[in-house]
């Protein structure tokens, strides 16, 4: 999660330079390439049934492609602060789709985590906190990141049901691979319309970080740690999320954070807490 949120910062200075699509196209590419070997299916790993196919499907249609593309637009569109503040709903979102899609029931205080992280949304719109950090149509931008937060819960939800049959690492490699095809007819358009000498080296240097963070290494340790743990217990873990993502931006790119950047973010933050502390065990009577 800290990976995820130092990317999601770091998309932003990519997105000025590269156009979305072959960003993306450029990043699913680069991750196909690191593993290859990843595509193997291990001795003791049964073969994929018919539904574990469409849930691979499924994970990067939601989980790679469309969260890249709303999250990149986004972040072009608003500041890393912002996207974090944002980003600190995945918890109770995931809560919600629990509920919604799995009927795991929703205790009340995570009804109200997704109250506070509304709440620290609409102070963003109402004050356009993006601070100056964003771009010109940050109500757009935020609205973008609030659908990769969507597609970010949906990939928590379904990952956990494909971490029982499939290896984190097979995992990884094939939602990649998933989402380089989805990809490909929009990257091939506008990299045939791109000046590849325009980027500097940095660029690529930060492209390459990008890449593997986003498909590999972030990827790898989520479905590995979901293997061990319940979607809810590891949802605590997606607060470094949004603490990555404006830290990143306040300190990397040097976007403001003043009163009411903190206001959103404390908002969000005590959303968060309050959909992942444990529940303490009442004593037997």
């Given at each position: 999660?800290?990976?995820?949120?130092?990317?999601?910062?770091?998309?932003?200075p990519?997105?000025?330079?590269?156009?979305?699509?072959?960003?993306?196209?450029?990043?699913?590419?680069?991750?196909?390439?690191?593993?290859?070997?990843?595509?193997?299916?291990?001795?003791?790993?049964?073969?994929?049934?018919?539904?574990?196919?469409?849930?691979?499907?499924?994970?990067?249609?939601l989980?790679?492609?469309?969260?890249?593309?709303?999250?990149?637009?986004?972040?072009?569109?608003?500041?890393?602060?912002?996207?974090g503040?944002?980003?600190?709903?995945?918890?109770?979102?995931?809560?919600?789709?629990?509920?919604?899609?799995?009927?795991?029931?929703?205790?009340?205080?995570?009804?109200?985590?997704?109250?506070?992280?509304?709440?620290?949304?609409?102070?963003?719109?109402a004050?356009?906190?993006?601070?100056?950090?964003?771009?010109?149509?940050p109500?757009?931008g935020?609205?973008?990141?609030?659908?990769a937060?969507?597609?970010?819960?949906?990939?928590?939800?379904?990952?956990?049901?494909?971490?029982?049959?499939?290896?984190?690492?097979?995992?990884?490699?094939?939602v990649?691979?998933?989402?380089?095809?989805?990809?490909?007819?929009?990257?091939?358009?506008?990299?045939?319309?791109?000046?590849?000498?325009?980027?500097?080296?940095?660029t690529?240097?930060?492209?390459?970080?990008y890449?593997?963070?986003?498909?590999?290494?972030?990827?790898?340790l989520?479905?590995?740690?979901?293997?061990?743990?319940?979607?809810?217990?590891?949802?605590?873990?997606?607060?470094?999320?949004?603490?990555?993502?404006?830290?990143?931006?306040?300190?990397?790119?040097?976007?403001?954070?003043?009163?009411?950047?903190?206001?959103?973010?404390?908002?969000?933050?005590?959303?968060?807490?309050?959909?992942?502390?444990?529940?303490?065990?009442?004593?037997?009577?």
């Amino acid at each position: 999660m800290s990976l995820v949120g130092s990317y999601v910062a770091l998309s932003k200075p990519l997105v000025a330079a590269i156009p979305v699509f072959l960003l993306a196209w450029l990043r699913f590419g680069i991750g196909a390439a690191a593993m290859p070997h990843w595509l193997r299916r291990a001795a003791n790993e049964p073969p994929p049934t018919p539904q574990t196919r469409r849930l691979l499907f499924l994970e990067s249609l939601l989980g790679n492609f469309l969260f890249s593309i709303f999250m990149l637009y986004g972040v072009s569109m608003t500041s890393a602060v912002s996207a974090g503040v944002i980003m600190a709903a995945i918890p109770a979102a995931v809560a919600i789709m629990s509920w919604a899609f799995l009927r795991e029931r929703v205790p009340p205080r995570v009804w109200a985590a997704a109250a506070c992280a509304a709440g620290g949304i609409a102070l963003l719109a109402a004050g356009r906190a993006d601070g100056g950090g964003g771009g010109a149509r940050p109500w757009l931008g935020n609205l973008l990141v609030f659908g990769a937060v969507l597609c970010e819960a949906s990939y928590a939800v379904i990952g956990k049901k494909l971490t029982g049959s499939i290896g984190p690492r097979r995992i990884a490699a094939v939602v990649n691979l998933w989402g380089l095809v989805l990809v490909t007819p929009f990257g091939l358009y506008q990299a045939w319309q791109f000046d590849f000498s325009a980027p500097g080296p940095g660029t690529w240097a930060l492209l390459l970080f990008y890449s593997l963070a986003a498909s590999v290494w972030s990827v790898w340790l989520w479905m590995t740690g979901l293997r061990s743990l319940p979607v809810a217990q590891a949802g605590v873990f997606t607060v470094m999320l949004p603490v990555a993502a404006a830290a990143v931006g306040v300190l990397a790119l040097g976007e403001p954070f003043g009163g009411l950047q903190a206001a959103a973010f404390a908002l969000a933050l005590a959303g968060v807490l309050l959909a992942t502390l444990p529940v303490r065990a009442r004593p037997a009577r």
